[in-house]
Nanobody
Framework: HVQLVESGGGSGQTGGSLTLPCAAS????????MAWFHQSPGKEREGIAA???????SYADSVKGRFTISKDNAEASLYLQMNSLKSGDTGVYYC??????????????????WGQGTQVTVS
C-alpha cells in the first residue's frame, strides 16, 4: 500500500523559509518520479518541482531559484526547501509519485499516488 505523508506546513513570513518533508512508504521509492504540487486558494493545482529516479530535476518558473526539491532514497523521503517566500506561495502543498519507466513527466495526470497535502500560509 503506497502512502505519502507531508508535514512541515504552517506559517511563514515573506522573505522567509520553510521546509516540507514527505515520507513515503509501501513501494520501491528510488524507482519513482516524485514531485511537489501547489494549489493556491481558488486556483487549480499545479506542479512546481519534480525529481526523477535518476535525479534529474525540473522546476516551474514561479519557484525557480527559490525552491529546491531533493530526496533521500535511504530514508524514502522527499523534501521541498522553500526560500524567499512570497504571498503567492500560500496554499496547499502536495507530494506525489508515480512509477516512471523513463524521464519524469511532471504533468499531474501521470501521478498515481498523492499525499493528503499540507497548508502553507505566507504573510
Amino acid at each position: 500500500h503506497v502512502q505519502l505523508v507531508e508535514s512541515g506546513g504552517g506559517s511563514g513570513q515573506t522573505g522567509g523559509s520553510l521546509t516540507l518533508p514527505c515520507a513515503a512508504s509501501g513501494y520501491t521509492y528510488s524507482s519513482y518520479c516524485m514531485a511537489w504540487f501547489h494549489q493556491s486558494p481558488g486556483k487549480e493545482r499545479e506542479g512546481i518541482a519534480a525529481i526523477g529516479k535518476d535525479g534529474v530535476i525540473s522546476y516551474a518558473d514561479s519557484v525557480k531559484g527559490r525552491f529546491t526539491i531533493s530526496k533521500d532514497n535511504a530514508e524514502a523521503s522527499l523534501y521541498l526547501q522553500m526560500n524567499s517566500l512570497k504571498s503567492g506561495d500560500t496554499g496547499v502543498y502536495y507530494c506525489a509519485a508515480y512509477l516512471a519507466a523513463g524521464d519524469c513527466n511532471s504533468s499531474q495526470d501521470n501521478f498515481a499516488y498523492w499525499g493528503q497535502g499540507t497548508q502553507v500560509t505566507v504573510s
